[in-house]
């Protein structure tokens, strides 16, 4: 069930000449050649984005919206489709891949809404004068999304985009591309103009070093580490060009005394494992309460440990490998420095089998400061329990990285969610979920976790120019 792989240019599928193996990372098999655009490949694209823009930005709202939502109603038909596929190329459970198609097209339909409600305003102004506000698309967009939600990542690009009337180029993961492929698929079926969608992959660098420079790209959106946002929004402040960044996190969960310690352990250990831990808001440094701790580890270990690790084709899999090979050898170092420093391995810590690239559910404790991983996003299944002395300490801990996506609490008292609210360094703070964002909810960063905002009502913001008319009734 896996789709042939092409880039989209101007409305029509192509190959090109140079073309890299995609793998199954749960059985290391090859799944298909995917084309990497060349130079003439990403000029074709940016002249079918300016010409696709010139006719989107001037469709109707309502217009957009239908073909919007024709589209995610065919990838909800298509649900089995392109689950199997991202099960394949990036190797999540099944289960797991039929909500992210799910997810995915709950985010078009969400902005398909908001493509409606881009409103501007009328300030009161002295008699003879009207002054007004409106919101018009910036332009072409240069987006880039990661591998590890193969669909719903490409998702959030192409629906703000397309919701805001601009038209976009698309650079999805070369490891995870079976899921914009199908994004693709189900715009072209769905009516949408040539040159509003192009869909490239290759060589990230020789991508973003011709599109980000080009006068045509008025906003460059990315999904990835901060390491790759940084270098992105330097290149794009050398040319003037706004910058929508969702970077890295290092979520921080902390649990209270007064907490239900069992359904806090159990949810953390879950919730943890999902994806492999492939997740930017995944729930990673747990500042546990002393008096409570014990009892926390001894619950989040037991449920950690009966992860089931396996392909996600197979029934009862929880938890697939990691999305490459590359991921191996990171998450040793990290184990290993740690344990070197003083923490406790609890379960875990290495690759798991000789075929696919898996890597046992891993539980580590006592963790100095010191410690790598006390600094470093994991970006797989490792999970650090540390007790605190109280919620002071807690916050102090939680906000002791540079970064800022994601945090939880776990609590009961007011008084602690107010502190929380007020005092916890993040874009997104949830209390008593491991949930991070919904559709309708804005989702982004504070810190090195980067600038601007996905969905909610705040979602279309960074696709829109705003422009301030005064309209004076006679020549002053």
Not at 424 to 430: D, F, I, R, T
Not at 434 to 451: N, Y
Request: net charge negative; charged share 20%.
């Amino acid at each position: 069930m896996y789709p042939d792989l092409n880039l989209f240019i101007d409305g029509q599928w192509r190959k090109t000449e140079r073309s890299i193996a995609v793998v199954n990372p749960a059985s290391e098999e090859e799944l298909g050649q995917l084309p990497c655009a060349g130079r003439a490949d990403l000029e074709d694209a940016l002249a079918a984005a300016e010409q696709g823009l010139a006719i989107w930005s001037r469709t109707a709202p309502r217009e957009r919206a239908d073909i919007i939502l024709r589209a995610a109603a065919l990838m909800r038909e298509r649900q089995e489709e392109i689950a199997q596929t991202i099960t394949a190329e990036h190797g999540k459970p099944l289960a797991q891949a039929r909500l992210e198609v799910i997810r995915g097209a709950e985010f078009f339909e969400w902005d398909a809404g908001e493509a409606m409600r881009t409103y501007g305003r009328v300030i009161p102004a002295a008699a003879g004068s009207k002054l007004s506000v409106h919101h018009h698309p910036i332009g072409v967009v240069a987006a880039f999304s990661p591998w590890n939600f193969p669909m719903s990542q490409p998702a959030r690009k192409v629906a703000g985009a397309l919701a805001s009337g601009c038209s976009i180029i698309l650079k999805a993961a070369e490891e995870t591309p079976g899921g914009a492929v199908h994004i693709v698929r189900a715009f072209k079926d769905a009516g949408l103009p040539a040159g509003v969608l192009n869909l490239v992959f290759g060589v990230p660098s020789e991508i973003s070093e011709y599109l980000i420079p080009q006068p045509a790209v008025k906003l460059v959106a990315l999904t990835g580490s901060t390491a790759v946002g940084r270098q992105l929004t330097s290149l794009a402040a050398k040319h003037d060009t706004r910058a929508l960044m969702e970077l890295g996190g290092h979520a921080p969960v902390i649990v209270c005394e007064d907490a239900d310690v069992k359904k806090a352990a159990v949810s953390g250990a879950i919730r943890k494992m999902r994806n492999t831990g492939q997740v930017c808001t995944s729930p990673t440094r747990f500042f546990v309460h002393h008096s409570i701790f014990e009892e926390f580890i001894a619950h989040f270990t037991e449920r950690a440990a009966a992860t089931v690790v396996g392909n996600g084709t197979e029934p009862g899999v929880e938890m697939g490998p990691t999305a490459n090979e590359r991921r191996i050898p990171v998450l040793t170092a990290l184990v290993e420095d740690a344990v070197a420093k003083g923490a406790e391995l609890l379960t875990g810590g290495a690759r798991l089998g000789e075929r696919g690239y898996f890597f046992q559910p891993t539980v580590l404790a006592n963790v100095p400061p010191e410690a790598r991983i006390m600094r470093e996003e994991p970006f797989g299944p490792i999970a650090v329990l540390n007790p605190v002395e109280d919620l002071n300490a807690a916050i102090a801990a939680a906000n002791a990285v540079p970064y800022g996506l994601a945090g939880y609490g776990m609590t009961n008292r007011a008084d602690y969610i107010d502190r929380m609210i007020d005092e916890v360094e993040v874009g997104n703070l949830s209390i008593n979920t491991l949930e991070a964002s919904l559709p309708e909810t804005p989702f982004g960063g504070v810190k090195a976790s980067g600038h601007g905002r996905e969905g909610g009502a705040e979602g279309l913001d960074s696709y829109l120019t705003v422009k301030n008319v005064w309209h004076s009734r006679s020549i002053a």
